[in-house]
């Protein structure tokens, strides 16, 4: 079993150093909070100032704080807005940044009105890239995750053939993740047959498989808060000649972003790779979605790998590449791994082979 360890110094001397416009940081974001801190709970806030760290909590996490929390002093609050306030006033501060997608209208205007003497400033975009950069320790913990998550997929195969409904070979994976280790599993997993994986985000229902379907299974699991994400397609019974061939356009852009992906290339770069090769293959208008995303302690976090992302990769990054095709009222195939960036090349941390695969009904 992994431990979280205790982040030490160096997160929040990173977090000082990048962001050094205000007098301190205000972070409600609780993986943000978990990532600098180690504290796992639900609800609280972290100041950040240049030479002081203070983590605010009520009533019902402060025994936990102070165990998980070892590198913070702890403030255990009635009222968060009031917390923030006295904790602001205690240090001087003039100039707060904050977490513009995070912080709600309503306690931003409270805020105002309890501290009107200070300035509240949005942290620029640049602050979502903050945790891209994994450490050996969280690349253990997603790797460990896509393990869970594969085997419990190797271990429910056998149910996929005709007449089992999709949310039943749904329920069965996320049970299979939970006993095969997983804390929780990443999102709904989705299994979408025919007509409904075409849907790039369709909800299990009690459709029942049939002979010659595409059948989409997304998936991952939680493990010591990382998250996995893996998409695999598979014909059941017998495949049409156009399902092989979309499937084999599909893991061809799949393949070519992943060789493209090295440090130092652009995330708009990967995913014009996967999208302009679909485009010249008559499909462009079929992909309808970004190439990936950054995984983590959020399944979707930052980098995004989209049209026009100028943001470059960095070797630690942990990216999905999951190009798709759909075709509405047919069906649908989406070919997802989650990789490891290095300074040459990419490790793929996902363990399902990717080859063109037909379940024997």
Not at 219 to 246: L, N, P
Not at 247 to 260: F, K, M, N, Q
Request: proline share 4%; net charge negative; charged share 25%.
């Amino acid at each position: 079993m992994l431990h979280d360890p205790l982040p030490g110094a160096d997160r929040v001397s990173r977090l000082r150093a990048g962001f050094p416009e205000t007098d301190a940081l205000l972070i409600l974001d609780e993986k943000n909070i978990r990532y600098l801190t180690g504290f796992t709970g639900g609800d609280g806030a972290l100041m950040v100032g240049p030479d002081w760290l203070t983590l605010l909590v009520d009533g019902r996490y402060a025994t936990q704080a102070r165990a998980e929390a070892g590198g913070a002093e702890i403030f255990e609050f009635r009222k968060r807005g009031e917390g923030i306030a006295a904790t602001a006033r205690r240090h001087g501060v003039e100039s707060v940044g904050f977490e513009s997608s995070v912080l709600s209208v309503e306690e931003h205007l409270r805020l105002k009105e309890l501290l009107p003497e200070i300035a509240f400033l949005p942290l620029p975009e640049a602050f979502q890239l903050f945790r891209a950069v994994k450490d050996d320790g969280e690349v253990d913990r997603i790797r460990e995750a896509a393990r869970i998550a594969g085997e419990a997929l190797a271990a429910v195969r056998g149910m996929i053939r005709p007449g089992v409904r999709e949310m039943e070979i749904a329920l069965e994976l996320e049970y299979r993740m939970r006993r095969g280790g997983a804390e929780q599993v990443s999102f709904e997993t989705i299994v979408a047959a025919g007509a409904n994986s075409a849907l790039p985000h369709a909800t299990p229902g009690r459709r029942p498989v049939m002979d010659g379907d595409c059948v989409m299974i997304d998936f991952g699991a939680v493990c010591d808060g990382y998250h996995s994400d893996e998409t695999c397609t598979f014909v059941v019974g017998r495949a049409a000649e156009h399902q092989r061939e979309v499937y084999g356009l599909v893991r061809e852009a799949h393949d070519r972003a992943i060789r493209a992906i090295r440090a130092g290339v652009s995330c708009g770069e990967i995913d014009g790779v996967a999208r302009s090769f679909l485009a010249e293959a008559g499909l462009g208008g079929a992909f309808a979605h970004g190439a990936g995303h950054g995984v983590g302690l959020d399944v979707h976090e930052a980098p995004r790998l989209a049209a026009g992302r100028e943001e470059l990769l960095r070797a630690g990054m942990v990216v999905t590449v999951e190009p798709g095709i759909y075709l509405p009222g047919r069906w649908g195939v989406r070919i997802e791994d989650t990789v490891l960036v290095m300074e040459e090349g990419c490790e793929i941390l996902t363990p399902t082979s990717k080859e063109f695969t037909i379940i024997e009904r």
